[in-house]
T-cell receptor
Framework: DSGVTQTPKHLITATGQRVTLRCSPRSGDLSVYWYQQSLDQGLQFLIQYYNGEERAKGNILERFSAQQFPDLHSELNLSSLELGDSALYFC???????????????FGPGTRLTVL | GQNIDQPTEMTATEGAIVQINCTYQTSGFNGLFWYQQHAGEAPTFLSYNVLDGLEEKGRFSSFLSRSKGYSYLLLKELQMKDSASYLCAVRGSDSNYQLIWGAGTKLIIKP
């Protein structure tokens, strides 16, 4: 158990819908990262927040958005869902924001999103 | 561009030793991570290398050569539970020092 929690574990929805995925980082961690992993594919970095502020953006679609709240939990919002958005969505957390080069990311159990 | 290469799949026998290679070409190098990921589960941290040489941690060891852009993960005394994907990730210098991830190596252990 990494200490990172994600809800829900599974989500099934229809095309065109909107969903929100939630992540709570490990105690003491200030950075939250979101990743997408499609079936048998590698991890695709989406976005990073540090202490409430956006720090880096990866291959995140305009239909997707995220935020980190004052209590440091984060939400990833996915809208106008398409079949291709079906994937595992992981949240990871770390203590620092990246400038500490030894900073290690710890992953939550993921949310499996199925778009029908 | 940024590129990390790992073999797609490897097979090994229970009790044996296997070496999983990772080569990288990145704009900047600030350390290399190895993670283990069982199917459908979260990646879990295995090791971090930033200096050349071998780091040993129980049955797992990780090696780095910065001049060659090369790392390997060595797994000894293989157990069936070691069947998983092994992900190599490099911390570059772009985009707030984000990790650049390889596609992973799926390791299949046979009895």
């Amino acid at each position: 158990d990494s200490g990172v929690t994600q809800t829900p574990k599974h989500l099934i929805t229809a095309t065109g819908q909107r969903v929100t995925l939630r992540c709570s980082p490990r105690s003491g961690d200030l950075s939250v990262y979101w990743y997408q992993q499609s079936l048998d594919q590698g991890l695709q970095f989406l976005i990073q927040y540090y202490n409430g502020e956006e720090r880096a953006k990866g291959n995140i679609l305009e239909r997707f958005s995220a935020q980190q709240f004052p209590d440091l939990h984060s939400e990833l919002n996915l809208s106008s869902l398409e079949l291709g958005d079906s994937a595992l969505y992981f949240c990871a957390s770390s203590v620092a924001e990246g400038l500490d080069l030894t900073d290690t990311q710890y992953f939550g159990p993921g949310t499996r999103l199925t778009v029908l | 561009g940024q590129n990390i290469d790992q073999p797609t799949e490897m097979t090994a026998t229970e009790g044996a030793i296997v070496q999983i290679n990772c080569t990288y070409q990145t704009s900047g190098f600030n350390g290399l991570f190895w993670y283990q990921q069982h199917a459908g589960e979260a990646p879990t941290f295995l090791s971090y290398n930033v200096l050349d040489g071998l780091e040993e941690k129980g049955r797992f060891s990780s090696f780095l050569s910065r001049s060659k852009g090369y790392s390997y993960l060595l797994l000894k005394e293989l157990q069936m539970k070691d069947s998983a994907s092994y992900l190599c990730a490099v911390r570059g210098s772009d985009s707030n020092y984000q990790l650049i991830w390889g596609a992973g190596t799926k390791l299949i252990i046979k009895p």
